[in-house]
């Protein structure tokens, strides 16, 4: 018998409509387009507005996407892992409302929590499920309302992060394509410069935190950038070495878009051309969970069966990582 590997077969992708651009950040704080486009290459991101409508709701409509592109029966789906930074609550699974409310009847759900990294984390867990013959079809949802957790008083975090939600579906392959390797780290030295320091159990929720606007992230931006630059460039290095691909064996860059200098920097060190990076931080900005499989919505048209991708991301914690990927299908 061949070998089983986990291919991803299927893409969804939901953003809300509502654009904000960096115009009307420009109103909100001291900051301007010039700035905010040169130092991080965003134009506009996606907000989710409306009242009572956290991540699960983009993470149902990125999943429903997925099922009506494929005709795929809910009730066939094992599992749902829902990657995400920004819960619907601290307790209670978002998975497992989104499972059941997209009719996964037959599945089992929890969330996965690694910051900007949590996609990535969770195909290597969605991977490792189809990989040991234990389960057919994982549901991989990476979905974050980042609005709700960014404070927009502050220059320095509201203009990178935007609403999103992306899903694939991972099943058993038997042709060799899907999950090749991984390469994945962590260093809790992180957690000092990219935090929401309020509202887990290390500091509780309290009118003091409220007053103090613990419950919005915080990061020392310089130095995440440090820290991000060298580690997904050595990552991306690390897992092209390891698995001898060349930048010409490379078709396709995944990078997690948390800053065009970084992708840059990362592409760079790969010695990969520009026409092969996905990017599309310009229109959302950095979607933490949903980065990667926005990417993949957006490029699925132009992917072929064979190529070769290489995930790699960085985030709080710290978190990070490479994943080298053989797409399954052409669309
Ligand atoms: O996805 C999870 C991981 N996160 C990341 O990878 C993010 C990593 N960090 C970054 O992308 C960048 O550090 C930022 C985009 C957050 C900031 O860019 P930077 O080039 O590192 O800027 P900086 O923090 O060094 O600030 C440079 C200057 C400062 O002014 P002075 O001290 O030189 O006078 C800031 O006060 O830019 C100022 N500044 C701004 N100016 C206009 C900071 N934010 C803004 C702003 N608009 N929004």
């Given at each position: ?5 986990a291919?991803i ?5 939901y ?5 904000m651009?960096n115009?009307?950040?420009?109103t ?19 907000i ?9 709701y983009?993470?149902i ?8 592109k494929?005709k ?7 599992m749902v ?8 609550m601290?307790v209670a ?6 499972a059941?409310?997209?009719g996964?009847e ?8 690694a910051a900007?990294?949590?996609?990535l984390y ?8 189809i990989?040991?013959?234990?389960y057919k079809?994982v549901?991989l949802?990476g979905?974050?309302?980042?609005s709700?957790?960014?404070d ?8 990178i992060f ?11 392959d038997?042709?060799?394509?899907g999950?090749?390797?991984e390469y994945?780290?962590s ?8 935090k929401?320091?309020?509202?887990g ?10 007053k ?20 997904m ?14 930048h010409e064996d ?9 800053n065009?200098?970084i992708?840059?920097?990362t592409?760079?060190?790969m ?5 092969k ?6 229109k ?7 980065t ?8 699925e ?6 190529d ?5 991301a ?11 990927l ?5 669309s």
């Amino acid at each position: 018998m061949s070998k089983i590997t986990a291919a991803i077969t299927a893409v969804g992708s939901y953003v809300p409509d509502f654009v904000m651009t960096n115009k009307i950040l420009e109103t909100l704080v001291d900051t301007n387009d010039e700035w905010i486009t040169t130092r991080t290459g965003i134009k506009e991101r996606r907000i989710l507005k409306g009242e009572g409508l956290g991540t699960s709701y983009l993470a149902i409509k990125a999943a429903e996407q997925l099922l009506s592109k494929r005709k795929l029966d809910p009730k066939e789906i094992d599992m749902v892992i829902v990657a995400t930074a920004t819960p619907d609550m601290m307790v209670a699974a978002t998975a497992a409302y989104v499972a059941s409310e997209i009719g996964a009847e037959n599945a089992f759900a929890y969330d996965l929590q690694a910051a900007c990294s949590s996609f990535l984390y969770g195909m290597s867990t969605a991977a490792s499920y189809i990989q040991s013959g234990r389960y057919k079809k994982v549901l991989l949802i990476g979905a974050d309302k980042m609005s709700s957790i960014i404070d927009y008083t502050d220059r320095t975090t509201c203009i990178i992060f935007g609403d999103g939600a992306g899903a694939v579906l991972f099943e058993p392959d038997t042709e060799g394509l899907g999950l090749q390797d991984e390469y994945l780290r962590s260093d809790g030295i992180g957690r000092n410069f990219l935090k929401m320091d309020a509202g887990g159990s290390l500091l509780p929720a309290s009118e003091e935190t409220v007053k103090n606007r613990q419950h919005f992230i915080y990061q020392d931006g310089k130095s995440v950038f440090k820290f991000a630059v060298t580690n997904m460039a050595n990552a991306a290095a690390k897992i092209m070495e390891r698995n001898n691909l060349t930048h010409e064996d490379v078709n396709w860059l995944v990078p997690h878009q948390a800053n065009k200098r970084i992708i840059d920097a990362t592409s760079n060190r790969m010695g990969v051309e520009d026409s092969k990076v996905m990017m599309n931080i310009q229109k959302y900005g950095n979607t933490t969970s949903a980065t990667l499989p926005l990417l993949l919505s957006d490029y699925e048209n132009q992917l072929k069966k064979g190529d070769n991708l290489v995930f790699a991301a960085f985030g709080g914690g710290f978190t990070w990582g490479s994943i080298y990927l053989k797409w399954a299908y052409n669309s």
